[in-house]
């Protein structure tokens, strides 16, 4: 039996039985009630520290839960009997109204109950600027919150579980739920599992959701412009090939052609799309549609020789024959034979390389040094040499002449080559040092000759090169 405790103009305090109390499905906003344990201990040892608000629909005993789900549950959990409400007179808005600004209020409300509990509060006919008041929150902490509404429900569930940052959220909610999911989708597949994506990969979902929705903008407008084209009975071609329009073999585009093209051998049918379109060979590709390009049409000729006399036609046919490329397996096939007759003849003279190797030759250190110098940079080789290379000549040239001139001279620019790998082999071993990085042990040989070479040559190293070189050394 209800005991009547106190009344007020908000609503009349009572304590009633739990029995008495029904929960309305899906009035409430929040989609679980989470751990009860610790409240309903609470409960058993303080008792509602807060009444429940309850509304009587029918003032036949029966009452109706407007706020306090969670603490009605766990009170059943402590074993109550009789729990304490609050009994108000409201209509339908109002305690609609009453619970969700009650669930607003607390701290441990998720982002999308939250931002459902606003729409429903837009929805009743309130402004952000009265919400944000009624729950103590910035007018654009609820608009941020409200923006959440419009995710994907893909998008919605990793949020709630915690695999995308709210930032992210608020970012991919701006766009259609498809753009969301390929965004999402994109991330996934080059990780492998959302869990495994780099920060910034997440951070840059709703950039990500945004270039989906320009593809798909892009693509759709590519789509309208064929639909023209096959509504005005002309042939569509494809644009993959672009490239090659112009060319033997290739179809002609329409027009008198840029000035001065750089693609000399690229020629157009001097004829604008209106003229072309009565003839048999009128043809159109959409190039464009991707990210960067908006979609365009280009008018083609596929039959080029139609336009020209008929000894230019001839000589246009012969050029495309001649042009005109085998099949892979052909081409594949001559160069196996290609390749066969030249390990055949390396195999033949591999007995006279080998005997004169073995001789005493001069011209072997002309052809060792010559080869080094010539893979060498250049330009470092003639600095390091003093010579000097002027505007509008070569720098390899100038090297070359340099050699040409004496064996001496062929001698220093090899040593030259040398001191310039063994001196970038010295700043490899130090630099990789100081940064923590693994120093490639090819390098040391490269690095110690020359360090000995100086020692030699009296040429003094920087100490930060000799303690670099010293420490390589005892790893």
Known sequence: MATAVKSAHAGEFRVVAISTIEVEKGFNNRRGLGDLTELAESIKSLGLLEPLIVWEPNGKGKLRLIAGERR??????????????????????????????????????????????????????????????????????????????????????????????????????????????????????????????APYQLRELGRRAADEAKKSAMSKKKAELKKKLRAAGVTILSGAQSYSWGQPGRPWRLGAGPKNSAYSDAKHVDMTPKQHSELPCHAAAVTGGDMWNEPKVIYLCTDPTSHMSKDEATKFKQKVRDGQRDSYAEQERRRKEVREQLRAAQDARLGAIRAVLKEDREDLEELALGTVVRHAHQETVAALLDLEVGKGTYAAKVVNDYCAKSDANLRRAGAAVAIIAGENAIAQVAESQASGYYFDRADLPDAIAIAEWFKQARIELADIEVKALEKAAKK
Request: proline share 2%.
């Open 72 to 197: 009605l549950a766990a009170s059943k959990l402590a074993g109550k009997k009789d729990v304490e409400v609050k009994v108000v007179s409201l209509d339908d808005k109002g305690r609609l109204e009453a619970l969700l600004v009650e669930n607003l209020h607390r701290k441990d409300i998720d982002p999308l109950e939250e931002a459902d509990g606003y729409r429903r509060l837009i929805v009743l006919g309130l402004k952000q600027k009265e919400i944000a008041a009624k729950v103590g929150r910035s007018e654009a902490h609820v608009s941020k919150r409200l923006a959440l509404t419009g995710l994907s429900p893909l998008a919605g569930k990793l949020l709630a579980a915690g695999s995308i940052p709210i930032d992210a959220a608020i970012a991919l909610a701006k766009h259609r739920a498809e753009h969301q999911d390929k965004a999402i989708e994109h991330v996934k597949k080059m990780y492998r599992d959302l869990a495994n994506a």
